[in-house]
Nanobody, 115 residues
Framework: QVQLVESGGGLVQAGGSLRLSCAAS????????MVWYRQAPGKRRELVAS???????NYADSAKGRFTISRDNAKKSVYLQMNSLKPEDTADYLC?????????WGQGTQVTVSS
């Protein structure tokens, strides 16, 4: 059974930091491209950052310079280090694992940034 479990969300003041984790099980994790998305109430789901199986990274403009995505294949986990958080970063953050025609999602972790 495939599972992606996000953790690390919470309430933080503007300017603070959080580190999100997404732990995978049931997949050959090292083969998968991993993506962090976020979705705020009433808004479309937005790609935040991605990391390929080879370690190449990509960021949304809103995340560049503040967020860092990384992965640990031995722990089957992907991380999102978020610094200098802003109220507009408030959203549910979800991770996705993609490999060819295999596509799996976690349930999400809530991030709330207070002003």
């Amino acid at each position: 059974q495939v599972q992606l479990v996000e953790s690390g969300g919470g309430l933080v003041q503007a300017g603070g930091s959080l580190r999100l984790s997404c732990a995978a099980s049931g997949i050959a994790f090292s083969l998968y491209n991993m993506v962090w998305y976020r979705q705020a109430p009433g808004k479309r789901r937005e790609l935040v950052a991605s990391i390929s199986s080879g370690g190449d990274t990509n960021y949304a403009d809103s995340a560049k310079g503040r967020f860092t995505i990384s992965r640990d294949n031995a722990k089957k986990s992907v991380y999102l280090q978020m610094n200098s958080l802003k109220p507009e970063d408030t959203a549910d953050y979800l991770c996705e694992a993609i490999f060819i025609n295999h596509d799996y999602w976690g349930q999400g972790t809530q991030v709330t940034v207070s002003s």
